[in-house]
């Protein structure tokens, strides 16, 4: 007897918020890094909002930014 699938309990998530304050998804973040190959934190706030609350999350911001920025530099 085989056990039933149990599905991921992510699967049906929305996408995770990175900034609570301006309700910015991650993959909102990535799309913007990549595509427009934003570099500092003070880009990220200027096009996507991130960050122009209270800052607590400038921190994940420019983690993202050193991961993605570096991917797009490598693909571009
Ligand atoms: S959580 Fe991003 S500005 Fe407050």
Known sequence: ???PFTPDPCDGCADRIICRCLQVSE???IR???R???RTV???TKYTG???GCTCC???LAEYLEK???EAAALG
């Open 27 to 29: 993959s909102q973040v």
């Open 32 to 34: 913007m890094i990549t």
């Open 58 to 60: 400038h921190a994940k």
């Open 42 to 44: 003070h880009d990220l």
């Open 50 to 52: 991130a960050g122009d």
């Open 1 to 3: 007897m085989s056990l």
């Open 68 to 70: 993605f920025s570096c």
């Open 36 to 38: 427009l190959e934003l």
